[in-house]
């Protein structure tokens, strides 16, 4: 490994004696204070490790977000309400956790490849059984279990991804990883407008069963982490071990992920109801727009994925929580269409833009031993933690108007992100196992 410039020395130098950094680094392997940003991690494959986790990430999107557009016609066909069917998507989300933990511990024993496998052929199943179902009760039980391999997928993909990843790349791939969740709602309205209006809800969640093939190439051209290989546990006491010395640093980045689940979904989830109410937009408008923000979503996250590389996690995601902030106005209170499509365009550009860091971010925060299951458990605790919002967003546009929550909320979230984003830690191209990989 090359000597350190004085730049990067001082960087590392900060890193190590910040208080923030105080998190335990016990258990499996060590968090390595080793930098090298030339490193090759992905030299076994890591290209057909990054594509399987992105499509893996992306067809799990693609997945939920079919019953987001298909909600009223479940609804009407199951003689239900919306909101009786919406409860499906609470149901989906409180049991992301729960698979997170159960896939996380799998692969932290036993591997990433077997546990990505597994669960790409379970939640590909639960979908097309969710086209099957013939009942109310049976589709509520089928979309909780859904949520458990919703909530797998990410932490096992992203930590196979990290793993594979050259250290050099490892932010723009993590922004190309994270906006898979981006592409997914694309892919789900291009199959909303395509299938439905022929074929009606069901057959939308058999094309949702592809994930299954995706295993079989997983199966056939993705090797193990050679990182796992190297600093596996030897048991489940040991394991649980590791977990338990790392609670410091699972508490900071639950938090974190707190923070990045209210950013989005404080400036996400009211943006179609109030572009029904403050600017009277039909289904399809709505449906065209918030589409269109997708797209300056995984440009954002690509953007401050590879700025993230130059300048330091922290430093992009800081970076684009305050050029939301600065947003806001446009956003909330735009004067034109025009203005309030280029508003919704450029925050979702800020707001993935942020996201597009974290697969890096936070593996790399992470122990060896224990990023398959601490990065994708604080993910799912992190997405509960900040469920209310979107309720407490509502009350408070009871009261006010929609334009005034959302703007009030996004700045609040926005700064709220930015203090916990700097007041923790960074391993910014820490090596990964330990040394570089020939």
Same mark, same amino acid.
Request: with cysteine; aromatic share 12%; proline share 4%.
């Given at each position: 490994?090359?000597?350190?410039?004085?730049?990067?020395?001082?960087?590392?130098?900060?890193?190590?004696?910040?208080?923030?950094?105080?998190?335990?680094?016990?258990?499996?392997?060590?968090?390595?204070?080793?930098?090298?940003?030339?490193?090759?991690?992905?030299?076994?494959?890591?290209?057909?490790?990054?594509?399987?986790?992105?499509?893996?990430?992306?067809?799990?999107?693609?997945?939920?977000?079919?019953?987001?557009?298909?909600?009223?016609?479940?609804?009407?066909?199951?003689?239900?309400?919306?909101?009786?069917?919406?409860?499906?998507?609470?149901?989906?989300?409180?049991?992301?956790?729960?698979?997170?933990?159960?896939?996380?511990?799998?692969?932290?024993?036993?591997?990433?490849?077997?546990?990505?496998?597994?669960?790409?052929?379970?939640?590909?199943?639960?979908?097309?059984?969710?086209?099957?179902?013939?009942?109310?009760?049976?589709?509520?039980?089928?979309?909780?279990?859904?949520?458990?391999?919703?909530?797998?997928?990410?932490?096992?993909?992203?930590?196979?991804?990290?793993?594979?990843?050259?250290?050099?790349?490892?932010?723009?791939?993590?922004?190309?990883?994270?906006?898979?969740?981006?592409?997914?709602?694309?892919?789900?309205?291009?199959?909303?407008?395509?299938?439905?209006?022929? @074929? %009606?809800?069901?057959?939308?969640?058999? *094309?949702?069963?592809?994930?299954?093939? +995706?295993? /079989?190439? !997983?199966?056939?051209? =993705?090797?193990?982490?050679?990182?796992?290989?190297?600093?596996?546990?030897?048991?489940?006491?040991?394991?649980?071990?590791?977990?338990?010395?790392?609670?410091?640093?699972?508490?900071?980045?639950?938090?974190?992920?707190?923070?990045?689940?209210?950013?989005?979904?404080?400036?996400?989830?009211?943006?179609?109801?109030?572009?029904?109410?403050?600017?009277?937009?039909?289904?399809?408008?709505?449906?065209?727009?918030?589409?269109?923000?997708?797209?300056?979503?995984?440009?954002?996250?690509?953007?401050?994925?590879?700025?993230?590389?130059?300048?330091?996690?922290?430093?992009?995601?800081?970076?684009?929580? @305050? %050029?939301?902030?600065?947003?806001?106005? *446009?956003?909330?209170?735009?004067?034109? +269409?025009? /203005?309030? !499509?280029?508003?919704? =365009?450029?925050?979702?550009?800020?707001?993935?833009?942020?996201?597009?860091?974290?697969?890096?971010?936070?593996?790399?925060?992470?122990?060896?031993?224990?990023?398959?299951?601490?990065?994708?458990?604080?993910?799912?605790?992190?997405?509960?933690?900040?469920?209310?919002?979107?309720?407490?967003?509502?009350?408070?546009?009871?009261?006010?108007?929609?334009?005034?929550?959302?703007?009030?909320?996004?700045?609040?979230?926005?700064?709220?992100?930015?203090?916990?984003?700097?007041?923790?830690?960074?391993?910014?191209?820490?090596?990964?196992?330990?040394?570089?990989?020939?």
């Amino acid at each position: 490994m090359g000597q350190r410039r004085p730049r990067e020395a001082a960087e590392a130098q900060e890193d190590e004696t910040s208080p923030a950094t105080s998190v335990s680094q016990h258990g499996g392997a060590a968090l390595n204070g080793s930098r090298d940003r030339t490193a090759d991690h992905g030299a076994g494959g890591h290209r057909a490790a990054i594509l399987a986790s992105f499509l893996g990430w992306t067809l799990d999107a693609f997945d939920f977000f079919l019953v987001v557009f298909a909600l009223t016609a479940i609804a009407q066909e199951f003689h239900t309400s919306d909101a009786a069917i919406a409860l499906s998507i609470t149901l989906t989300l409180a049991f992301r956790p729960v698979g997170a933990l159960l896939f996380g511990l799998l692969a932290d024993r036993y591997g990433r490849r077997l546990p990505l496998m597994i669960d790409l052929v379970f939640y590909s199943v639960v979908e097309v059984l969710s086209g099957l179902a013939p009942g109310y009760r049976s589709f509520l039980a089928l979309r909780a279990l859904f949520g458990i391999g919703m909530g797998g997928e990410w932490g096992v993909g992203a930590s196979l991804a990290m793993e594979k990843a050259p250290t050099r790349l490892r932010g723009v791939l993590s922004g190309l990883l994270q906006e898979g969740y981006a592409a997914g709602y694309l892919l789900a309205a291009l199959c909303y407008f395509l299938v439905f209006p022929r @074929f %009606g809800w069901r057959p939308m969640f058999f *094309v949702g069963g592809l994930p299954a093939l +995706l295993a /079989l190439y !997983v199966r056939a051209n =993705v090797r193990e982490s050679e990182v796992w290989e190297r600093t596996r546990h030897g048991s489940w006491a040991e394991l649980a071990r590791a977990i338990a010395a790392n609670w410091r640093l699972f508490c900071y980045l639950t938090l974190l992920m707190a923070t990045l689940n209210a950013v989005s979904h404080g400036t996400q989830d009211m943006y179609p109801t109030f572009l029904q109410r403050d600017w009277g937009f039909a289904p399809s408008g709505r449906a065209a727009l918030t589409a269109l923000s997708m797209v300056g979503a995984i440009v954002g996250g690509i953007v401050f994925g590879l700025g993230s590389d130059r300048v330091g996690r922290r430093a992009a995601m800081i970076a684009a929580f @305050f %050029g939301g902030l600065a947003l806001v106005p *446009v956003w909330a209170f735009a004067p034109s +269409l025009v /203005l309030l !499509v280029c508003g919704a =365009v450029a925050m979702q550009f800020m707001v993935q833009g942020a996201w597009g860091v974290i697969p890096a971010h936070i593996s790399e925060l992470s122990p060896d031993g224990v990023r398959g299951f601490l990065p994708g458990f604080a993910y799912q605790c992190g997405v509960l933690l900040a469920s209310l919002l979107v309720y407490l967003e509502a009350l408070f546009a009871a009261r006010t108007s929609y334009a005034t929550s959302m703007a009030m909320t996004a700045a609040a979230v926005f700064v709220l992100a930015a203090v916990v984003t700097g007041l923790g830690p960074e391993r910014r191209g820490v090596v990964f196992g330990g040394k570089r990989f020939e």
